[in-house]
């Protein structure tokens, strides 16, 4: 009886989820939740296109799983790639599709029932997806499940452990974990690298818009490689990048 209670719990949740984002539409978000947003993906397809991990697989034609693509915000980083994208929001994926007029290899699917053979993937994606994933250890052993042996997953989530609490990152209306280090390090998989970024004072947003986008792009961009550095493990967004090994 407990585990069924349980369950249906977790069912609720994960419907309520899949609501939201079914609902998703940036364009009704105030103008500086587009401009903080913005920020976040530059730093995102930044960090990865200067991974050796990244560049290896995409000079071997290696093929790559964007799991959770969302409407395709990191489609510059995997559009000329041997790619497979994945997300549970239909909302999401049609976005995707009239953004960027993608017509293939797009899948409506649940990370936690991956519909892919073993071994099928020499790189994974999973950005900003792991927060809302209420058995997130389950998701991170079925995108094991679905690497080859040696392949990448490159994971990046809020950070439980930021000094930063941006309210906009952290409280969503739907479930929503900030994660550590120490929740991503699962059995089978090697820790090879990890950092923090995004270091933005959340006062910053009664700026006007006009203003903090200036602050952005002519001060706080030359001093994120500074902070990154200087406060390793207490930025905003967490990414790890995980090579598997059995």
């Not at 700026?207 to 602050?215: G, I, K, N």
Request: include cysteine; charged fraction near 30%; charge should be positive.
């Amino acid at each position: 009886m407990a585990d069924d209670k349980v369950k249906d719990k977790k069912n609720t949740k994960y419907n309520e989820i899949k609501e939201f984002y079914n609902n998703w539409n940036v364009e009704s978000y105030p103008e500086y939740f587009k401009v903080l947003m913005d920020l976040e993906e530059k730093l995102i397809i930044d960090i990865i296109k200067n991974l050796k991990e990244y560049d290896t697989i995409k000079r071997g034609n290696g093929i790559i799983l964007d799991c959770g693509c969302g409407f395709g915000s990191f489609y510059t980083l995997t559009k000329d790639l041997n790619t497979i994208y994945l997300d549970f929001s239909i909302n999401l994926l049609k976005k995707f599709k009239n953004n960027y007029n993608l017509k293939s290899n797009k899948i409506c699917g649940d990370i936690l029932n991956l519909p892919f053979k073993d071994n099928s993937f020499d790189l994974i994606f999973c950005i900003n997806v792991l927060e809302h994933v209420i058995d997130y250890k389950g998701a991170l052993r079925e995108m094991k499940r679905v690497l080859k042996k040696e392949g990448v997953l490159i994971v990046i989530v809020v950070n439980g452990e930021s000094f930063i609490k941006e309210s906009i990152f952290n409280e969503f209306r739907i479930y929503h974990r900030a994660l550590s280090l120490n929740d991503i390090n699962v059995e089978g998989f090697e820790i090879i690298e990890y950092n923090s970024f995004y270091f933005i004072p959340p006062i910053l947003k009664i700026l006007p818009t006009s203003l903090l986008r200036y602050f952005i792009n002519n001060y706080y961009l030359r001093i994120e490689d500074y902070l990154r550095n200087l406060f390793k493990n207490k930025g905003q967004f967490l990414y790890v990048i995980l090579k598997k090994i059995n």
